[in-house]
């Protein structure tokens, strides 16, 4: 089983910047697509950003769309969010997720494995 392991989740200031990271034990990236989803706890999780997995189709929510920057490297090794100008809303855990699948799974449906979490503190 593939692990996905984040880390750069923490406390910001209000219009601050984060970039949270996620790496595989393999070349995860490249046989299927990636999502980073959030939840805030008692509420419903929610998709953030997806690219497929050739990394030509990119996808972001309404609420974080020409904020943050979904991305991966090469080998299909890492998956990134660059957050920019962020708000006290965005506080979450967030979770990045590999698919089974060719394009963006915006539901989880297809997720094969989850990173364990990183939490992003946004104070006012």
């Known amino acids: 089983q593939v692990q996905l392991l984040e880390s750069g989740g923490g406390l910001v200031q209000a219009g601050g910047s984060l970039r949270l990271s996620c790496d595989a034990s393999?070349?995860?990236?490249?046989?299927?697509?990636g999502a980073w989803f959030r939840q805030v706890p008692g509420k419903e999780r929610e998709f953030v950003a997806g690219i497929s997995r050739d990394g030509e189709r990119i996808s972001y929510s309404d609420s974080v769309n020409h904020r943050f920057i979904i991305s991966g490297d090469n080998d299909g090794q890492s998956l990134y969010l660059k957050m920019n100008n962020l708000k006290p809303d965005d506080s979450a855990i967030y979770y990045c997720a590999v698919t089974s699948v060719s394009f963006i799974d915006y539901s989880g449906t297809f997720v094969t494995s989850w990173g364990q979490g990183t939490q992003v503190t946004v104070s006012s």
């Open positions: 393999g070349r995860a990236f490249g046989s299927g697509s």
